[in-house]
Structures are given as structure tokens and as C-alpha cells.
Nanobody, 115 residues
């Protein structure tokens, strides 16, 4: 059984930074891709960023320069550094992993950008 547990969400003022972390545990044979999605109230879920097993990243164009994804293969973690946050980045951020072709999801962590 595979589990994804996120941490690091919370309330931050506009212009501030947050770092999200996701730890993947369980029966992990081969992780193809890890990444983050987000869903804001009333909007569809959208990809924030992903990183493949060889380190290639796929970043949402509108977030490039502010969001950075990274991973630690030894720890099976994937982090998302978020900087210069405006209120529009408020959403539930969910970690996901594609493990041998099967998608797994974390429970999500709330990020609220507000003064």
C-alpha cells in the first residue's frame, strides 16, 4: 500500500513564501513521476509542477520563476517551494505520484494567501 502525506500548508500573507513537502511511503517499486496539483474554490484542478525520475520538470508556465519543484530520491520526498504568493494562489495543493503506471494522491493541504 502506498501513502502520500503532505505538510507545510497554512496561512501566509501576500508576497510571502511557503514550502510544501510530500513524503511517499509503502510498496514503492519505481516512481515515474511526482508532482503537485492544486484546486481553488470553484475552479478545476490544475497541474502546478511535476518532476520525473530522471529529474526533468514540467512547470506550469504562469508559475515559472515563483514555484520550484524538487525531490529527494533517497527519502522519497517531493517539495514545492512557493515564493511571492498572491491571493490567487489560494487553493488546496495535492501531491501525487505515478508509480509503475498507477496514480496515487495525498489528502491535500490548504494554502491560503491573505492579509
Amino acid at each position: 500500500q502506498v501513502q502520500l502525506v503532505e505538510s507545510g500548508g497554512g496561512l501566509v500573507q501576500p508576497g510571502g513564501s511557503l514550502r510544501l513537502s510530500c513524503t511517499i511511503s509503502g510498496n514503492i517499486f519505481s516512481i515515474y513521476v511526482m508532482g503537485w496539483y492544486r484546486q481553488a474554490p470553484g475552479k478545476q484542478r490544475e497541474l502546478v509542477a511535476s518532476i520525473s525520475s530522471d529529474g526533468r520538470t514540467n512547470d506550469r508556465d504562469s508559475l515559472k520563476g515563483r514555484f520550484t519543484i524538487s525531490k529527494d530520491n533517497a527519502k522519497n520526498t517531493v517539495d514545492l517551494q512557493m515564493n511571492s504568493l498572491p491571493p490567487e494562489d489560494t487553493a488546496v495543493y495535492s501531491c501525487y505520484a505515478n508509480i509503475v503506471g498507477v496514480a496515487y494522491w495525498g489528502q491535500g493541504t490548504q494554502v491560503t494567501v491573505s492579509s
